[in-house]
C-alpha cells in the first residue's frame, strides 16, 4: 500500500503563543532497508532531540508542544524511498523554535538524523500554508526517492500574530 499525506495548515500560529499547526496525515505501510528510527537531528544551527509524532484519530499530525523538540512522522532515516519528515515550531520570542532559522540554511550542508546523513540539496521553499498543502502529496511522498524534508512556519506577521508560511527544506541521503 502506498503512503498519501496530505498536509492541512492551520491559520493560527505556529508556536505554543499562536496554537498548534496541525499537519493531517493518511496512514499506509512503511518498507525500509537499512533504516534508523530518527531521534536526533544535527544540522548547521540545529541539535535537537526528535521523537515520533503521529496522527490523531482526525489524521491531524501536530508538531511537540516544546518548540526545542523536534517531531519525526514517515520513513525511518535511510529508507530506500520516500520521504522522512522532521516538523517543529518556529516561535516568535524565546525560547525560539528550534527550526527558527530553517530557511536560511546553506545549500550543501549535511543533515544528520540518529546517523543518517543527508546533503541539502537546495534553498529552502518559503511558500504559503495553502501552496504547502497542494504540494504535500507530491513534497512528502512515500514511495517516490529516499529523502528529508524539515517544515517549521515561516515569516512572522505581527499585525495578525500568526505565521503565514511555511519554510520547507530538502535534503538528498548521502552515499
Same mark, same amino acid.
Given at each position: 500500500?502506498?503512503?498519501? =499525506?496530505?498536509?492541512? &495548515?492551520?491559520?493560527?500560529?505556529?508556536?505554543?503563543?499562536?496554537?498548534?499547526?496541525?499537519?493531517?496525515?493518511?496512514?499506509?505501510?512503511?518498507?525500509?532497508?537499512?533504516?534508523?528510527?530518527?531521534? $536526533?537531528?544535527?544540522?548547521? @544551527?540545529? %541539535?535537537? $532531540?526528535?521523537?515520533?509524532? @503521529?496522527?490523531?484519530? %482526525?489524521?491531524?499530525?501536530?508538531?511537540?508542544? %516544546?518548540?526545542?523538540?523536534?517531531?519525526?512522522?514517515?520513513?525511518?532515516?535511510?529508507?530506500?524511498?520516500?520521504?522522512? &519528515?522532521?516538523?517543529?515550531?518556529?516561535? $516568535?520570542?524565546?525560547?525560539?523554535?528550534?527550526?527558527?532559522? =530553517?530557511?536560511?540554511?546553506?545549500?550543501? @550542508?549535511?543533515?544528520?538524523?540518529?546517523?543518517?546523513?543527508?546533503?541539502?540539496?537546495?534553498?529552502?521553499?518559503?511558500?504559503?500554508?495553502?501552496?504547502?498543502? @497542494?504540494?504535500?502529496?507530491?513534497?512528502?511522498?512515500?514511495?517516490?526517492?529516499?529523502?528529508?524534508?524539515?517544515?517549521?512556519?515561516?515569516?512572522?506577521?505581527?499585525?495578525?500574530?500568526?505565521?503565514?508560511?511555511?519554510?520547507? &527544506?530538502?535534503?538528498?541521503?548521502?552515499?
Amino acid at each position: 500500500m502506498r503512503w498519501l =499525506l496530505l498536509i492541512v &495548515l492551520a491559520l493560527g500560529g505556529c508556536g505554543p503563543q499562536g496554537g498548534q499547526e496541525p499537519y493531517a496525515v493518511v496512514p499506509g505501510t512503511v518498507i525500509s532497508h537499512r533504516t534508523v528510527q530518527p531521534h $536526533h537531528l544535527r544540522l548547521w @544551527r540545529f %541539535d535537537a $532531540h526528535v521523537i515520533r509524532v @503521529r496522527p490523531d484519530a %482526525d489524521g491531524v499530525l501536530i508538531p511537540p508542544s %516544546d518548540p526545542q523538540v523536534l517531531g519525526w512522522w514517515g520513513r525511518l532515516a535511510g529508507a530506500r524511498h520516500g520521504t522522512t &519528515l522532521i516538523v517543529g515550531h518556529s516561535v $516568535h520570542g524565546r525560547p525560539s523554535g528550534e527550526l527558527e532559522r =530553517l530557511a536560511h540554511t546553506p545549500v550543501g @550542508r549535511v543533515a544528520v538524523v540518529s546517523g543518517i546523513r543527508y546533503r541539502v540539496s537546495k534553498k529552502a521553499m518559503i511558500m504559503t500554508k495553502a501552496a504547502f498543502a @497542494r504540494r504535500s502529496s507530491r513534497l512528502l511522498r512515500q514511495d517516490g526517492p529516499p529523502r528529508l524534508v524539515i517544515v517549521t512556519c515561516a515569516n512572522y506577521d505581527w499585525s495578525t500574530g500568526e505565521w503565514p508560511d511555511n519554510a520547507v &527544506l530538502i535534503a538528498r541521503p548521502m552515499i
